[in-house]
Structure formats: C-alpha cells, structure tokens
C-alpha cells in the first residue's frame, strides 16, 4: 500500500488498480512512467494554457529563486516581481483601477471573495449583508466558503453545516435568483458568486442572457457580484483575457488561479473593483486577511513569463479558435448511442455527456489506452479543455480517440 493520499479519489480502488503516473509534459501530451504518450484533454487540470515543458517560465522561476524565493507581502512589504505583476494584472483587469489581492490558489480566493463582501458590508454599516448565494452545479473550491457555495451536492456530504447563511439557487434561470432575493431579502444578501461557464459541475455553458440579467438583477438589489474565473481566466472562454470581459459582467470582484501561471506554481488572484476597495484604502480599515505563501514571488515570477507567453504567442485569439475547432470535431460524437449530448461553443472547453453517467469512470481508463488523458466532470461527463497551443490536428486526432473508446 503507498502513503499518498488522492483528492478526490476511491482509495480503495486506488490501492487495488493503481495510480496513473504522470511523469512529464510538452506541448499537448504527457507521458507516463513507462514511456506511453496522451494527448492532455484537461490542460492537467483547466490550467496548462500555454502548454507543458515550457523551459522559459522554468527559468524565469529558477531566476527568481536565485534572488530570493519569497517573503512576506503583510503590512508594507513587498517583492518587486509581485508589484509588476499587480500592475500587469490591473492593466488588464475587467474593470478599470482594480486592486489585486494575492492568494495561494482559487479556494483561498474563493474564501478571500467571500470574507470581503462580507467585511465591505459592515463598513457600509449594513453588516446584517451576511448570506452568500451560489448555483446548482457550481464548483467554487473546497475552503469552507466554497464547500458551503457548493452547487455540487456531494462535495457537501458529510462535513455538517459550515455556512448557514449560504444559498444555492438553479444555475440557468434568473427568476430562482430573483424568488430567493424575494425569500430571504436583498438586505441580508452579501454576495453572488458565478462561474460564467460552468466547470467543474460539467461544462455548462450560460443559457443566451442569464449572466446578463443575474448581473443587472444583482445591481438592481445592491447586491455583489462575484465572478468566479478561476477556471475560465487568462483566455479559457477565447478572445479576452476573461469571461467578464467578453460578456461585460463589471464584477465586483473576480476570482483567478490556474491559468495565472499555466499551473507552473502555485497562485490566484482577487481582482476587487475601486468602489469595493475604497474603504480599505481611506486610511485606518484593515482587512485582517491573508496567506504566507500569498503572492509568493517565485510563482509571480511564473505568472509573468508565462503572461509573456500569451501575449507574444498571441494564445487568446488561439483560444477563441479552440472554440470552434473543439465544437467541429466534438459535436459529431452526440450522435453516438453512448452519449446523451456534447456541450461546447463558448470558449475552449468541451464536455462529452454519457447517457450512463456511471460509465464515465471506465470511460476515463478506456480513453487512456487510446492514448487521451481526460477525467469525468458533473454527473457522467468527460471534459475537454485543452491547452491553447494544441494543433487542429490533435484536436482531430482526440474527437477521433473518443469515437472509439466510445466504440470499445
């Protein structure tokens, strides 16, 4: 038996098939430890936007770490890399003179979103403002806030009640937002927190108009809106560095991770608007919050090599150009006796639904011995979320893997 524990995992099942090893990357493949070659369907997990095995981040980290590797950013420290990465990211931000709010990954930023709205409540003299609200089908990370934001009932089981003023509502009708706001009241809701695509729960893309009308009903009640993009950030959904940009969400503040570093190290980043920060920012409020490896400066040094990258390689236009040519290949497969529908058409992500969602864990195994690494999402789907510097080719060559796994 080995000592290493899985997330998200069937010990037991572990212990008796075994780990699938993944033992390096370049490009859109890994390979095992025995050699064998995949083509990487999940971007090892939503994050690997400019591709594996790219040594020019690696060097920018191992520079980074000859100088010093991190230090606090508490109180009034800082790194030089970490405040040029703060810039770079304001620059770019949804919403014009944003702070930046260093996190050691998306879960923390889900914490830190929620903890924020909660605080810039109180200092509005409105700390009654105290209810979170999610959707069914969400997945916000596994920190407390996001366990309790839960729209995926199983990740909630067995752990108690965290947050009693946390609230789901369905995921695709505006109106289930409006009722409970009528339920609960506006003056006791904090925040409401969307993925604009949805991931982890399945690959969801928004219903034509829902995120702009969740956007205007939250506005309407003064009420936050928080758009989680930790998976869909830094060119996921195409053509923009963000969703919120590309469907003019204005969030109040936006969560970011995975592809801040392509995954090379571990960040996020809380983008908070002007208005949300201002309290803080007058002189004598302090926001009581923070982590020792936030904005840790070899991971921000990872982040600007690896934003170079995207910028010089010009990946987000690539990215929108994955929209189209995951919806070609993929799209024929919904005819497929075994699959009950294939999502895709908003930015570079795809899902393949199995009319048996219990199928779906064989299904990851068959696929690899067609040589495809993927993983299930939601209730029975397999996802699809490639790196941004994949060829139509191998866009080709992976639709293909997955008709004849579902064939085998």
Same mark, same amino acid.
């Given at each position: 038996?080995?000592?290493?524990?899985?997330?998200?995992?069937?010990?037991?099942?572990?212990?008796?098939?075994?780990?699938?090893?993944?033992?390096?990357?370049?490009?859109?493949?890994?390979?095992?430890?025995?050699?064998?070659?995949?083509?990487?369907?999940?971007?090892?997990?939503?994050?690997?936007?400019?591709?594996?095995?790219?040594?020019?981040?690696?060097?920018?980290?191992?520079?980074?770490?000859?100088?010093?590797?991190?230090?606090?950013?508490?109180?009034?420290?800082?790194?030089?890399?970490?405040?040029?990465?703060?810039?770079?990211?304001?620059?770019?931000?949804?919403?014009?003179?944003?702070?930046?709010?260093?996190?050691?990954?998306?879960?923390?930023?889900?914490?830190?979103?929620?903890?924020?709205?909660?605080?810039?409540?109180?200092?509005?003299?409105?700390?009654?403002?105290?209810?979170?609200?999610?959707?069914?089908?969400?997945?916000?990370?596994?920190?407390?806030?996001?366990?309790?934001?839960?729209?995926?009932?199983?990740?909630?089981?067995?752990?108690?009640?965290?947050?009693?003023?946390?609230?789901?509502?369905?995921?695709?009708?505006?109106?289930?937002?409006?009722?409970?706001?009528?339920?609960?009241?506006?003056?006791?809701?904090?925040?409401?927190?969307?993925?604009?695509?949805?991931?982890?729960?399945?690959?969801?893309?928004?219903?034509?108009?829902?995120?702009?009308?969740?956007?205007?009903?939250?506005?309407?009640?003064?009420?936050?809106?928080? =758009?989680?993009?930790? #998976?869909?950030?830094?060119?996921?959904? &195409?053509? $923009?560095?963000? /969703?919120?940009?590309?469907?003019? !969400? *204005?969030?109040?503040?936006?969560?970011?991770?995975?592809?801040?570093?392509?995954?090379?190290?571990?960040?996020?980043?809380?983008?908070?608007?002007?208005?949300?920060?201002?309290?803080?920012?007058?002189?004598?409020?302090?926001?009581?919050?923070?982590?020792?490896?936030?904005?840790?400066?070899?991971?921000?040094?990872?982040?600007?090599?690896?934003?170079?990258?995207?910028?010089?390689?010009?990946?987000?236009?690539?990215?929108?150009?994955?929209?189209?040519?995951?919806?070609?290949?993929?799209?024929?497969?919904?005819?497929?006796?075994?699959?009950?529908?294939?999502?895709?058409?908003?930015?570079?992500?795809?899902?393949?639904?199995?009319?048996?969602?219990?199928? =779906?864990?064989?299904? #990851?195994?068959?696929?690899?011995?067609? &040589?495809? $690494?993927?993983? /299930?999402?939601?209730?029975?789907? !397999? *996802?699809?979320?490639?790196?941004?510097?994949?060829?139509?080719?191998?866009?080709?060559?992976?639709?293909?893997?997955?008709?004849?796994?579902?064939?085998?």
């Amino acid at each position: 038996m080995g000592s290493l524990w899985h997330g998200f995992a069937d010990m037991g099942a572990v212990e008796r098939d075994g780990a699938f090893v993944v033992a390096r990357g370049a490009g859109a493949y890994v390979w095992d430890e025995a050699g064998n070659r995949y083509l990487d369907a999940t971007a090892g997990l939503w994050f690997t936007n400019v591709g594996h095995g790219r040594r020019e981040i690696a060097d920018a980290v191992a520079a980074q770490l000859g100088d010093i590797a991190h230090y606090s950013n508490f109180g009034d420290l800082a790194s030089p890399v970490l405040r040029e990465l703060a810039e770079r990211l304001a620059a770019i931000a949804p919403v014009p003179g944003s702070k930046i709010f260093f996190t050691s990954g998306g879960s923390d930023g889900i914490d830190t979103a929620a903890k924020l709205a909660r605080r810039y409540w109180h200092e509005q003299g409105k700390p009654e403002k105290t209810v979170i609200v999610g959707r069914q089908k969400a997945y916000h990370g596994m920190h407390v806030a996001g366990t309790a934001l839960a729209g995926i009932p199983v990740n909630r089981e067995g752990y108690g009640e965290f947050m009693p003023d946390a609230r789901t509502v369905g995921w695709d009708d505006p109106a289930a937002l409006s009722a409970l706001i009528a339920e609960v009241g506006a003056d006791r809701i904090a925040a409401f927190f969307a993925e604009p695509v949805i991931g982890a729960g399945g690959v969801y893309p928004p219903p034509p108009g829902y995120l702009t009308e969740v956007r205007r009903i939250c506005r309407e009640h003064d009420i936050l809106f928080i =758009a989680d993009e930790v #998976v869909t950030g830094f060119g996921r959904i &195409g053509g $923009s560095w963000f /969703a919120s940009s590309r469907f003019d !969400l *204005q969030p109040d503040l936006m969560t970011t991770a995975k592809g801040l570093t392509s995954g090379y190290l571990p960040m996020g980043a809380v983008f908070i608007a002007p208005h949300i920060a201002a309290p803080f920012f007058g002189g004598g409020v302090w926001f009581r919050h923070g982590y020792t490896y936030g904005g840790h400066a070899a991971s921000a040094a990872a982040a600007m090599a690896n934003l170079d990258i995207i910028e010089r390689e010009h990946l987000l236009d690539a990215s929108k150009n994955l929209e189209s040519l995951l919806h070609e290949h993929f799209s024929p497969l919904a005819a497929h006796p075994r699959v009950a529908e294939v999502r895709s058409g908003v930015g570079a992500v795809a899902a393949v639904q199995l009319a048996d969602p219990a199928e =779906a864990l064989a299904m #990851v195994k068959t696929l690899r011995a067609h &040589g495809v $690494s993927t993983r /299930a999402a939601g209730q029975g789907a !397999l *996802q699809i979320s490639p790196t941004f510097v994949i060829t139509e080719q191998q866009v080709a060559d992976m639709a293909a893997a997955f008709g004849r796994a579902l064939d085998a």
